[in-house]
């Protein structure tokens, strides 16, 4: 029996339709869903090739044990009965829990209320802390939200676009499309990043080109333009913010040529990008980790929401600071609370919410500390649970990450892959992905949209959410987790998360596209757009913020030359688990490269193809050179994907203070030509 | 020998009385089911009732054929694909393949390079104006009608007008043609410049025009051939369809209508074209250049391609043929599927609507396309027998040495130059 089923593409957070072709039970191809209001029939080269992950030869079939140093095949019922005993007298602080982006809300849901109701421990932590939790540290002060405030629809009406330190032409490409509408229409964009990246090519009008780790001198900048110039938005900040007097009297005591100086961008690109943002009717900020990934990610956010409250942008439909998740459940499983900091839909630890989950879940002693954060965990706990993450390529300084992993008491991993992280587990259980299994995700821009059970999963793979309440229930806690399937779940979730209140199953298989949360009742159409008539700060008024800058924990010197700065590639996703095992995309880019600037190429003899050896103060790889010009001289760009080349075996794991986001985007390394 | 034409009407009335179909080309294929004449039909189905997610189906029982009566105007289904890719390319059933003009275009290039049966497959065509993508479907629902369009009970497109009746009974219209100019938008960039309205190249080709003042409804149908005569035939035995004579009237109001929508087309190329033959060379290549500098390398279009065959395309990754890794591609890719396909091209724009980067390609293709046939008198997707100009040989064309990347034969002829004499 052939037949095309509607399913969301796996990969970025644009939430895509694809029609998956399916013949007796197995994905046999693919075809573009024209009628997603997302894409129209369109996808990115991921997209294209979206399910051939799933058939990849050495998926997870089995559950494992390691016996005599080698991982063992061995029945559920062995792995879960040695996990529950093992867990059962760990002490709440020598346990931790890493979700994951990929994983289904009703996946995250059960995996946080495990570690809280029965581990008693908030130590529970998604990849959003390495990639979003600025966001939260730099959002939540000045409007008190740190969702995208927008639909991603209304990025095409806008008439000029604000991007920093992201790449949406090949990290985002769906969104390129709409911005690309957005551009034929007129509209300007003004592009921050250091790299001449595809995204700057295509849309920039104004393509400020700022030392690595200035953007809060640009950002500073732009604001000290816009005010002396009389081109904020007065009545705005009247009505709307506080906080104008402090800012203003900072940006006078500021030198502008010394902003030049620091940011090393003409002062005429500053004015017209300043000029051209704050005269717009509708501007939009799309950001992401290339402001988010420093030492002073969160004081970045601060001043670029600062910058669009000056401007009035925000409030309206296309309007305001959009950080970019970069994972399908990218939002979700931070709202289903995986932060050391949150409970569930964004109920802060520390004020009251263990109490109103005591009441929910019907349990005592819930934690009212924060746990810790993702980095830490994996220096601090004894016995660390890993669900879907790949920290051995993901986290800062590797070699470090890797002495602290192998030496846990436990280290449970639960993935679909040997990954390089199962490689040091204790026990590998392997788990069911994607279109295997029947779940909720919410998109970039709060988009809720179901993915339905297609096909079987390999070999013994189970859900997420189904590993958990095996072992919560032979820990005995099977009343707390007396799910039998994810809708058991979500109702819930319902319960317990406001904003998903109204979002029911047979909505979503109703409604193409989904719905945008906060959605509080069953006939309410969902939100698209935040902050129409108050900010969610506690006054309701936006608060503009002072921020000084300062420099990256760790610059060039005599030893380590180069600015070293990562990313991705269009072909690519993340750690590589999954598009390195699609022949296709991994065709288009095998290996890992530095880009290098031809200057610096020609100092040392360096062509196409040179193999170059990158050495930073924690690490040493290996990967070929690519000279271009999308590098200036003195910074180097290596992608992350590449576990043989590992970019973060040289990355700085230096945190964030405000939110312990390690600093991926600067680093200085040494560079040699490989002997 | 020229077609015989007739109007039809279904003798079953729950067709009718559902209002989305006159129930002929249903009863048709019913009985073609039935008689075992095909193992399977190939039709575009509605998801969900929605309209606007019409998918391809094959469909093997009787019974189940009702799901898929009535046109769906905004949906956009790749039917040469499902049948080449899914369905074996028909080699091991006989279908009879319910679509649109270009829909079988697409088809019959295929069969011409052997990747579609020939002698199992029945194809049925419709008339066709033009469809509507999904997403500028709803648009209009929204922004123009005013409407849910999930309370829609069926559309028509028909001399530029856009008629939509609602479950309840009441009828919307819009003046799809005022919308496109003024506003850009309506049917699909390829459909505005469609020539091909009546699928005179299927076996059968069925259509209203013709019926309009007819009292009693029907559809018009051409019979284009012998398997086309012996479908309607075994329709007629088994008593679902009663057949007349169409009218002199009725043919020369069909005529009428087609070269109305003739002259339309004719209008839109201009239009699209213009501006480009218009432009200096070298402008020309710089809005070309342009456009494809925003490829993503997605392979969108090549898949969505009924054209584009090859099992191992050089244009992949895996060859060495072009660079790897990079967006946007060499222009290369483009212009490699431009050679490979423009004379052949039956303007599906099905490689449009799988651009995830909105290149307008069906424009690129159509212009060099209509270029092309003018020069070799061909059109493609019309007659199985007439193979593609660019890659199929005239007698005397086989007589030239073939020097294209033939090292060899190159190498060979210069330092034999006596050969040349001969």
Redesign the interface.
């Known amino acids: 029996m052939l037949k095309y089923e509607k399913t969301i593409c796996p990969y970025c957070s644009c939430g895509c339709g694809i029609y998956l072709v399916i013949k007796d039970g197995v994905i046999v191809g693919q075809e573009p869903q024209s009628d997603h209001p997302i894409n129209e029939g369109g996808n990115c080269p991921k997209g294209r090739n979206a399910y051939h992950f799933l058939y990849a030869e050495d998926r997870l079939k089995h559950p494992m044990i390691r016996k005599g140093g080698r991982l063992v095949e061995v029945t559920w019922d062995e792995a879960l009965d040695l996990i529950a005993s093992k867990l059962k007298d760990v002490e709440p602080n020598e346990f931790g829990l890493l979700a994951s982006g990929k994983n289904t809300n009703e996946d995250a849901y059960v995996l946080q209320k495990f570690t809280r109701a029965i581990m008693k421990t908030n130590n529970v932590e998604y990849c959003g802390r390495l990639c979003h939790s600025s966001t939260a540290a730099g959002l939540g002060p000045t409007v008190g939200s740190g969702v995208m405030p927008i639909s991603q629809l209304d990025i095409e009406d806008v008439d000029c676009l604000l991007l920093v330190g992201i790449n949406i032409k090949e990290t985002f490409p769906l969104m390129e499309k709409r911005a690309l509408r957005a551009k034929a229409k007129g509209a300007k964009t003004i592009v921050i990043d250091p790299r001449k990246s595809a995204t700057a090519r295509e849309l920039g009008d104004f393509h400020i080109q700022l030392e690595p780790g200035t953007d809060v001198v640009v950002i500073n900048a732009l604001m000290k333009i816009i005010l002396e110039e009389g081109l904020e938005n007065r009545e705005f900040i009247e009505k709307r913010t506080t906080g104008i007097e402090a800012l203003r009297k900072y940006l006078e005591s500021l030198d502008m040529k010394e902003l030049v100086a620091l940011s090393g961008v003409p002062l005429k690109i500053l004015q017209e990008s300043a000029r051209a943002f704050a005269k717009a009717k509708t501007a939009c900020v799309l950001y992401n980790q290339g402001l988010n990934q420093h030492t002073t990610g969160s004081d970045g956010i601060k001043a670029l929401a600062s910058l669009a409250l000056i401007a009035g942008q925000y409030g309206r439909p296309g309007t305001g600071l959009c950080p970019t998740r970069g994972q399908i459940n990218g939002e979700g499983t931070g709202d289903m609370g995986c932060l050391n900091v949150f409970y569930p839909g964004f109920q802060k630890v520390g004020t009251g919410a263990h109490e109103k989950f005591e009441k929910l879940w019907g349990v005592e002693n819930l934690p009212a500390e924060p746990g810790l954060p993702y980095t830490k965990m994996i220096q601090q706990t004894k016995f660390l649970w890993i669900v879907g993450t790949n920290p051995m390529v993901a986290a800062p300084d590797i070699d470090r990450v890797k002495e602290s992993l192998a030496s846990k008491e436990l280290l449970i991993v639960q993935d679909i892959y040997p990954t390089e992280t199962a490689e040091l587990a204790d026990i590998v259980l392997p788990a069911a992905a994607w279109v295997e299994r029947e779940g909720i995700h919410a998109y970039v821009d709060r988009r809720v949209q179901k993915i339905n059970k297609l096909v079987e999963a390999p070999g013994e793979a189970k859900p997420d959410w189904w590993i958990v309440t095996q072992v919560a229930e032979r820990m005995g806690f099977k009343s707390l987790f007396d799910f039998s399937s994810s809708r058991d779940i979500f109702e819930e979730i319902r319960e317990c998360v406001p904003p998903y209140k109204g979002i029911t199953y047979e909505r979503l298989e109703d409604i193409l596209g989904g719905i945008q949360w906060p959605c509080p009742t069953e006939d309410h159409p969902g939100t698209p757009t935040f902050f129409t008539d108050a900010f969610k700060t506690p006054d309701g008024l936006g608060h503009l913020q002072v921020v000084e800058y300062r420099p990256p924990a760790e610059v060039p010197d005599n030893a380590y030359p180069y600015f070293l700065t990562t990313g991705r590639t269009i072909f690519h996703y993340h750690t590589g688990t999954m598009t390195r095992r699609t022949s296709k995309l991994n065709a288009e880019v095998p290996e890992a490269y530095v880009q290098i600037n031809p200057q610096d190429a020609k100092s040392q003899n360096i062509k196409d193809g040179t193999i170059l050896t990158l050495t930073s103060r924690r690490g040493s790889i290996e990967a070929s050179a690519l000279v271009s010009d999308d590098v200036p001289e003195g910074l180097l760009f290596l992608p992350f994907h590449f576990s043989e080349s590992c970019a973060n075996k040289l990355t700085n794991p230096v945190l964030d203070p405000a939110c312990g986001m390690p600093e991926y985007k600067v680093c200085a390394v040494k560079m040699e030509v490989s002997k | 020998m020229s077609n015989e034409m007739f109007i039809a009407r279904a003798t079953r009335t729950e067709m009718l009385e559902s209002g989305k179909s006159n129930g002929v080309v249903t009863s048709v294929l019913k009985s073609a089911l039935k008689a075992g004449i095909v193992d399977g039909v190939v039709a575009t189905c509605p ?2 009732g ?1 309209r ?2 019409g ?4 469909i093997t029982e009787p019974d189940d054929l009702d799901a898929c009566a009535g046109s769906l105007h905004c ?2 289904p ?1 039917l040469s ?1 499902f049948v080449k ?3 074996d390319g028909s080699a091991s059933m006989r279908l009879a393949i319910v679509g649109k003009p270009c829909d079988l275009r697409g088809i019959i290039e295929l069969q011409k390079r052997h990747q579609i049966d020939v002698d199992n497959v029945y194809l049925i065509g419709l008339n066709c104006t033009g469809t509507i ?3 500028d479907a ?1 648009r209009i629902c929204q922004e123009e009608l005013k409407i849910d369009h999930r309370d829609i009970l069926y559309e028509d497109i028909d001399e530029g007008q856009l008629v939509v009746t609602m479950k309840d009974g009441s009828k919307k219209e819009l003046d799809l043609w005022n919308l496109e100019e003024t506003k850009g938008y309506g049917r699909r960039d390829n459909c505005r410049r469609c020539e091909y309205n009546i699928p005179t190249f299927a076996d059968l080709a069925f259509g209203k025009w013709g019926t309009e003042e007819s009292k009693d409804g029907g559809v018009f149908v051409e019979v284009c051939s012998s398997k086309g005569k012996n479908l309607l035939a075994k329709a007629q035995d088994s008593g679902a369809i009663k057949v007349e004579n169409a009218s002199k009237k009725a043919i020369s109001l069909r005529t009428e209508k087609d070269s109305k929508e003739l002259e339309r087309a004719k209008w839109w190329r201009e239009h699209d074209f213009k501006p480009i033959l218009e432009m200096p060379l070298a402008d020309r290549l710089e809005y070309w250049i342009r456009e494809f ?2 490829c ?5 279009c090549r ?2 391609c009924p054209i584009c065959y090859c099992e191992n395309c050089l244009l ?3 060859g060495d043929y072009l660079g ?2 990079r ?1 946007p591609p060499d222009a290369t890719f483009p212009l490699t599927r431009l050679a490979h396909v423009a004379d052949s091209c039956v303007a599906c724009g099905q490689c449009q ?6 290149l307008p390609l069906t424009k690129m293709f159509t212009l060099l396309n209509s270029q092309l046939n003018e020069i070799f008198k061909y059109e493609p997707g019309v007659d199985v027998e007439e193979g593609p100009p660019l890659s199929t040989a005239r007698p005397e064309e086989m007589r030239v040495d073939d020097t294209f990347l033939d090292l060899a034969a190159l190498l060979k002829r210069a330092t034999k130059p006596e050969k040349a004499s001969e």
């Open positions: 998801v969900n929605d606007f997610s998918i391809p189906v094959l949906s956009i790749n694909r890719e899914y369905l993508s999904p997403g709803r500098s925003k993503i390398k997605c392979y969108g898949d969505a992949e990754a895996t790897v890794g967006i609507d799988a651009c995830p980067m909105e």
